[in-house]
């Protein structure tokens, strides 16, 4: 693969929060690498307090490593980059004050797109969430499922190439859950961004990705990735195929372990943690 | 509860509420009127009424509420400045939350009205006195609140904004001040009537005029039902400043 087709690339990254001497120190990600590569939806799993959200923070700019580096397109990763990635986070990250078109724009404001394109692209991103009936509500007045349909279409309106969601879908239903999806793969599938999407949901997982990225127990690695070769968009149907319950056993077999270990870790450092 | 009985109860509540100021409204009536309730203690209603409409009439009322009004005003102008920059000052740091928050609430529960006779001494007994003191008052609920609400805005808001590439101006306007408002509001609402309240207050312990001083005045004269005029003046006065006031603050919350 040749360097033009790595979006971002990770290496050997470490994060920990608090000194070594501290009461509360934590090795949240320990010496990892990793190359995305574009146009590719990468999934990252593993059990709570790996270090998922943490490595996607650092790609982010929200965060800085502790030790090794970053590069988006190509740059190393300094700060937020508006203009290369989007976030979508896990739930209530829409300012409540906004409608959900004020707050599709106010993300266009931040990122500098000049006025006159805002209110089309914001109508358009809004319309490929299926909120176009929606526009001047509150986020208040929507369903948990439909806030990050907005959010969603906040982040596609600032026209990155990248977008992070970090358990986007989190707070939702199962069927709901399972819904959003099914849109996702449509939508994303269209336009060949490159996403990297952290989840719980072994099922989501294997349904969204090209690639799964296993994590390990604290201090979190990459222990295995997984190649999952199914074209985008998918079809409803691939959930009910043999290959799918497949890969979904596969991670099964990778992450019992770790989730195991890393419950034994919480209980062993008490519930604080 | 369907439409039609939250209705009705509303209807049944206000009501019972139209009733009890008929029923005390009769009761001072018949008190005044037919058990010998001393006029000097407790004027009849129909002699306070014909009082109030002498005093709005004459228009003699006009110089003691300009007094009172400008000491509120300039008081409230202060407190509020003062209030809010030192409210957004503090809340920057997580450490001067620490250490401000504690102190302001604390020095807030004391009573600061026992001061008075210091604030008289220093600004004298006009309108300086009433203006410092209803500002002292006041600013504590305003500082207070402001530091609530910049210091605890959700961190997720900020983060968003940040991602999205947010300058601090932006973050400032488009983020952190539509999120904090509806604390600050509140207590400039508070802020508001405490000033109002220690105004008056302070007017009728030690003052040359104003809405209270005139009351006093009345008082030591002996007319009872002039003075029981003003005070009904001065309640709608201070209730329809109130209703704007929280008319404001539940407009711009919506």
């Known amino acids: 693969m040749t360097t033009g087709d790595v979006a971002v690339r990770v290496r050997d990254v470490s994060h920990q929060f608090g000194e070594p001497s501290d009461k509360q120190h934590v090795r949240a990600l320990l010496d990892t690498s990793l190359d995305i590569t574009r146009g590719e939806?990468?999934?990252?799993?593993?059990?709570?307090?790996?270090?998922?959200?943490?490595?996607?923070?650092?790609?982010g700019g929200l965060l800085e490593p502790t030790s090794g580096t970053v590069d988006v397109a190509g740059k190393a990763v300094r700060g937020p980059l508006p203009r290369d990635i989007a976030f979508v986070f896990?739930?209530?990250?829409?300012f409540p004050w906004c409608t959900v078109i004020e707050n599709v724009k106010l993300g266009m404001v931040f990122q500098g797109v000049a006025k006159s394109e805002q209110d089309g692209r914001a109508r358009k991103s809004l319309e490929a969430v299926g909120l176009k009936d929606f526009i001047n509500h509150y986020p208040a007045q929507l369903s948990g499922g439909m806030r990050q349909r907005a959010a969603l279409a906040r982040a596609l309106s600032l026209e990155t190439d990248i977008i992070l969601m970090d358990e986007p879908f989190g707070a939702l239903d199962e069927q709901t859950r399972m819904i959003l999806g099914e849109d996702l793969s449509v939508l994303l599938a269209a336009t060949g961004k490159t996403i990297v999407f952290v989840t719980h949901s072994l099922g989501e997982a294997v349904y969204l990705a090209d690639r799964v990225a296993v994590f390990s127990a604290r201090p979190g690695r990459i222990k295995e990735i997984i190649a999952v070769n199914e074209p985008h968009p998918r079809k409803p149907s691939f959930v009910t195929t043999e290959k799918f319950s497949n890969l979904r056993n596969t991670l099964y077999g990778l992450l019992h372990d770790e989730i195991r270990k890393a419950v034994e870790q919480s209980a062993a450092v008490g519930p604080a943690l | 509860m369907s439409p039609r009985r939250e209705l009705r109860s509303k209807l049944a509540s206000r009501a019972v509420q139209v009733a009890f100021v008929a029923g005390v409204l009769l009761l001072w009536y018949l008190g005044t009127n037919y058990w010998g309730i001393s006029p000097i203690?407790?004027?009849n209603p129909v002699k306070v009424w014909a009082e109030l409409r002498d005093v709005l009439a004459t228009g003699e009322f006009w110089p003691d509420l300009r007094v009172t009004l400008t000491e509120l005003v300039t008081a409230f102008a202060i407190s509020c400045t003062g209030g809010v920059t030192l409210g957004y000052a503090i809340s920057r740091s997580p450490f001067c939350i620490k250490v401000f928050e504690p102190l302001l609430a604390g020095v807030?529960?004391?009573?600061?009205i026992l001061f008075l006779p210091l604030y008289v001494l220093f600004f004298g007994l006009g309108p300086g006195s009433k203006i410092a003191i209803g500002a002292t008052i006041s600013f504590f609920p305003i500082v207070l609140n402001t530091v609530a609400g910049f210091g605890y805005v959700d961190k997720i808001f900020v983060t968003a904004a940040r991602s999205m590439g947010a300058s601090n101006i932006?973050?400032?306007?488009?983020?952190?001040?539509p999120a904090a408002l509806p604390v600050i509001l509140t207590g400039l609402r508070i802020g508001f009537t405490v000033a109002l309240l220690s105004i008056l207050g302070s007017e009728t312990l030690a003052s040359l005029a104003g809405l209270g001083h005139r009351i006093v005045h009345l008082a030591e004269g002996m007319e009872t039902a002039r003075m029981f005029a003003y005070i009904a003046f001065a309640v709608v006065i201070a209730a329809c400043l109130n209703a704007t006031v929280s008319g404001l603050e539940r407009r711009s919350k919506r």
């Not at chain 1, 896990?90 to 829409?94: C, G, S």
């Not at chain 2, 932006?170 to 001040?177: A, D, G, I, T, Y």
């Open chain 1, 90 to 94: 896990q739930e209530n990250a829409l």
């Open chain 1, 41 to 59: 939806l990468l999934c990252l799993i593993g059990p709570s307090g790996c270090g998922k959200s943490t490595l996607l923070n650092m790609i």
């Open chain 2, 170 to 177: 932006q973050m400032f306007w488009h983020v952190l001040l």
């Open chain 2, 41 to 43: 203690l407790l004027p």
């Open chain 2, 108 to 112: 807030y529960s004391i009573p600061i």
